[in-house]
């Protein structure tokens, strides 16, 4: 198997860096801690996790050579897909797909469409986000709106989690959300999605990915993303991924994102 692939005696004498953005596990310390121990067992090498608050900030780290792999969304990925290696990709109820929801408040009885948010305060996670700032900005765009100027207000939350607390909460009229993340909190925290209303989902569309710097050697390439792929037919691998309410990793194709490739061409980036 790819994860048995034997390393160059010098790579193991330096730690596997990998780039994350906020997780919106409630034992977020805890999940890691145990993720980081059985990946060092099954890569033989030390591992550190590097947390960010934003996509751009792992992706500037991943390009310039500071950190081996890392988590990201589909839409940096396909905007640097040059300078980034496909690694793996998760399966989320089977698919490796996922979709955006755009929310409000759950009293909020009359707004049925993004369109009919039109002059009111919305919420978007990160700039950097497909489902979360992509998708509602590509909609807009096809509806023949300026997304811009399209709300009365715009902001940031830099999680999905405080998307749906921002909407719950009517401190937003709208949001963009990441479906896998709103439909886990259904399971973990049904008080928080309980005071929102999905509106719209968009099509299916890449499931964040897990990318390589360019110039990964193709050895530990290789060892990682079998590693990622071996998770779903070992015990303490399907304890973790049922954690993170996943089926298991594929490698995946970068066709996967061409939806998200066309929908950027589209939007004016920042």
């Known amino acids: 198997m790819a994860a048995l692939t034997a390393l160059p005696a010098h790579a193991a004498d330096f730690p596997v860096r990998i780039g994350l953005t906020p997780v919106f596990l409630d034992d977020q310390m805890s999940f890691l801690s145990q993720w980081r121990r059985w990946l060092e067992v099954k890569l033989g090498r030390t591992v550190v996790f590097v947390q960010r608050g934003s996509y751009r900030e792992v992706i500037d780290l991943l390009r310039s050579g500071k950190l081996d792999f890392a988590w990201v969304c589909g839409y940096p990925y396909v905007r640097h ?73 715009s902001f940031f939350t830099w999680a999905h989690r405080k998307v749906v607390e921002a909407v719950g909460i009517a401190l937003a009229d709208g949001g963009a959300v990441d479906g896998y993340v709103w439909e886990t909190l259904v399971e973990l925290h049904p008080d928080l999605t309980r005071s929102t209303r999905v509106i719209e989902r968009s099509p299916p569309l890449g499931y964040p990915p897990f990318v390589a710097r360019s110039d990964i050697p193709a050895v530990e390439l290789a060892r990682f993303r079998g590693v990622l792929l071996d998770m779903a037919v070992d015990p303490e691998g399907m304890d973790l991924l049922h954690r993170l309410r996943l089926d298991g990793f594929i490698p995946g194709k970068p066709e996967l994102f061409d939806e998200i490739a066309r929908m950027a061409a589209r939007v004016k980036n920042p």
């Open 81 to 153: 897909r040059q300078e980034l290696k496909l690694v793996a990709v998760p399966l989320w109820r089977g698919e490796p797909c996922y979709q955006s929801y755009l929310i409000v408040p759950a009293d909020d009885a009359r707004t049925t469409t993004l369109a009919e948010l039109r002059g009111k305060v919305f919420a978007y996670s990160d700039p950097d986000s497909n489902s979360g700032y992509l998708y509602p900005r590509y909609l807009l765009t096809t509806q023949g709106e300026n997304p811009d100027n399209f709300f009365s207000r």
